[in-house]
């Protein structure tokens, strides 16, 4: 790179869970740089998941990071050119990168959901992929299946 790398810039936690991974999924789900919309909507759905949770044990921010962990990817498959020919080639994820997809899986899927609000939407994903079920899961359990079909190509690493 002909420029330095550019620096990270610290996230301030949000206001009421006082937590950084809230802010960050809020920034994902912004739009036009509405900030309090997207924390109103976040703050909706999470009430929304403490209303139709089943275990009393469990928060509804911690079923949220439950879900996020159940969404994220731990293999991606990154193109590779070798010899004229296009490879798929396995690779692990880079920590942050794990999040910020797991992240943008959860909104994007959850916004193509059909239930009257965003909030209502982004609630019924959480609660679904807590359970390991609805269409984030299932685009972390094809992301794993592609790594494990090209497998073959690994030593092509870069």
């Known amino acids: 790179m002909r420029k330095r790398k550019a620096?990270?810039?610290?996230?301030?936690?949000?206001?009421r869970f006082n937590?950084?991974?809230?802010t960050r999924f809020v920034n994902n789900l912004m739009w036009n740089g509405k900030k309090s919309?997207?924390?109103?909507?976040?703050y909706d759905a999470i009430d929304i998941v403490d209303?139709?949770?089943?275990?009393?044990e469990k928060d509804a921010l911690q079923?949220?990071?439950?879900?996020?962990?159940?969404?994220?990817?731990?293999?991606?498959v990154r193109s590779r050119?070798?010899?004229?020919?296009?490879?798929?080639?396995?690779?692990?994820?880079?920590?942050?990168?794990?999040?910020?997809?797991?992240?943008?899986w959860l909104i994007s899927y959850a916004r193509k959901r059909n239930e009257k609000s965003m909030a209502q939407k982004l609630a019924s994903e959480i609660l679904a992929a807590e359970k390991e079920e609805g269409a984030a899961v299932k685009k972390r359990q094809d992301t794993h299946k592609m790594a494990e079909a090209n497998?073959?190509?690994s030593h092509f690493r870069f």
């Open 37 to 42: 919309v997207a924390f109103t909507i976040f």
């Open 81 to 104: 050119r070798v010899g004229g020919a296009t490879f798929q080639i396995p690779m692990q994820i880079r920590p942050d990168r794990k999040i910020s997809m797991a992240m943008k």
């Open 19 to 22: 937590d950084q991974l809230v």
């Open 63 to 76: 079923i949220w990071k439950d879900a996020l962990s159940n969404v994220m990817p731990h293999v991606e």
């Open 151 to 153: 497998k073959a190509f």
């Open 51 to 56: 209303s139709k949770k089943q275990d009393d």
């Open 7 to 15: 620096k990270k810039r610290p996230l301030l936690p949000d206001p």
